[in-house]
């Protein structure tokens, strides 16, 4: 599945400012309770009627009580109405006591929107080991009704730990003849990494979709996207992305078998997409966005997998931050990829410069190249020559100000 090109689709956040509430039938918000000095640390999506639901989370072993807690509450029939979040805490680590307060917050929750527990999924993010403060959370659940509380840009603020700026994104296309709306929120900016990193991204949309169709389409989806970036190779405990569909939008029905299949999962990718590379762009400390495509392997998951080599090895990633067009690094995350290469057929491009040819160093203008990899976006091209298999992650440089911000963390 590739990126939804022939569907025509606006990308709302341009026209009407898009976000999560987007889609009919959904309100969100955010205030600040106290587990943070002062920036707002609590946020909620709430949807009119119960909505399809499915999630995918961090692989992580040390996972987070909210994630149990959220787990459960899908596993009763894939339905939700609200979620709750926080940040400033991950409650992660925090043994029986913070399962206890996992619970406590879907309880006290659901009971101020009047829904059954089931129906609120909860999720925090923030420093691991410390325990919620749970009364400044059931304070600031009290006051979550109150109209100067209700906007979803409120909610964006909420959920971010040391991201500097809130990710959004909502996109719109036509099934049955109905306007289908997808909206989405992320945060993320440090520990990131494939196979969920310290993210969360939710993500709403007033179509009909069938339960396990929409499980199958995030998983998919999630695989071709947040699965695909890296800030600094390490994967957290709290990582989720959570979709939501209400059907409000009244078309047939979506499963595999519907001819707006793709439509939809094009829809929905292109959401993700857009996530997951504003929480590349905004790794912790980063000045740059690397893209890094991978071609000619001789599987997709071969091409993945050399890709996510590449944008995570820490040297490409400093010479990118000092623009030096190192093709050696390159060629060295490559080789240690776990997949099969042949040296003598690889090429690799920096942006518009050729760099490798045939395993073997090209001439190339160090200046011209140093030029272009001053810019926000540098992009990496590797063609391997071997198949068809292609696939493309996504990073970001190494800088003095990502070792500053993590080893002051807790102080």
């Not at 991204?201 to 947040?226: H, P, R």
């Not at 762009?281 to 893209?291: I, W, Y």
């Not at 760099?355 to 063609?383: C, R, W």
Request: charged share 20%; aromatic share 6%; net charge negative.
């Amino acid at each position: 599945m590739n990126p939804m090109q022939s569907v025509s689709m606006k990308h709302i956040e341009l026209l009407t400012n898009g976000s999560v509430t987007t889609p009919r039938g959904f309100s969100a918000g955010g205030l600040h309770c106290g587990i943070k000095k002062r920036k707002l640390d609590l946020g909620w999506i709430y949807s009119e009627v119960p909505a399809t639901a499915a999630a995918v989370y961090t692989v992580n072993q040390f996972q987070a009580p909210p994630l149990l807690v959220t787990k459960e509450s899908l596993a009763h029939e894939n339905t939700i109405q609200a979620l709750l979040v926080n940040s400033g805490i991950a409650n992660a680590c925090t043994g029986k006591q913070g399962l206890q307060d996992a619970y406590e917050m879907r309880q006290l929750f659901s009971k101020e929107l009047g829904l059954a527990e089931h129906h609120v999924a909860v999720a925090s993010t923030g420093l691991i080991g410390t325990h919620l403060p749970m009364d400044r959370i059931q304070q600031g659940i009290s006051q979550a009704h109150a109209p100067e509380n209700q906007t979803a840009e409120r909610f964006e603020k909420a959920i971010l730990t040391t991201d500097t700026c809130e990710k959004k994104l909502a996109v719109q296309c036509e099934i049955d003849g109905k306007l289908i709306t997808i909206g989405g929120a992320a945060k993320g900016s440090g520990m990131i990494h494939p196979n969920m990193a310290t993210m969360l991204a939710f993500v709403t949309t007033d179509a009909d979709v069938a339960a396990e169709s929409l499980s199958v389409a995030l998983k998919q989806v999630t695989n071709q996207t947040f699965n695909m970036i890296t800030v600094d190779g390490d994967s957290s405990t709290n990582d989720m992305v959570l979709v939501m569909a209400n059907g409000k939008a009244e078309n047939d029905t979506l499963t595999e078998a519907h001819p707006d299949w793709e439509t939809f999962t094009g829809a929905l990718e292109t959401v993700c997409q857009s996530l997951a590379k504003q929480i590349a762009k905004d790794g912790e400390g980063a000045t740059k966005l690397v893209e890094v495509l991978v071609e000619g392997a001789e599987t997709v998951a071969a091409a993945r997998q050399i890709s996510k080599a590449i944008i995570s090895s820490n040297l490409v990633k400093t010479a990118i931050y000092g623009a030096d067009p190192n093709w050696g690094r390159i060629v060295c995350a490559i080789g240690y990829s776990g997949q099969p290469v042949i040296p003598e057929k690889v090429n690799v491009s920096i942006g518009p410069i050729a760099v490798v040819e045939n395993g073997l160093p090209l001439v190339f203008d160090e200046d011209e190249a140093k030029e272009y990899m001053m810019q926000e976006t540098v992009h990496i091209s590797v063609d391997l020559q071997e198949g068809s298999g292609a696939a493309t992650a996504w990073g970001c440089d190494l800088t003095y100000d990502y070792v500053k911000i993590n080893a002051s963390y807790r102080t």
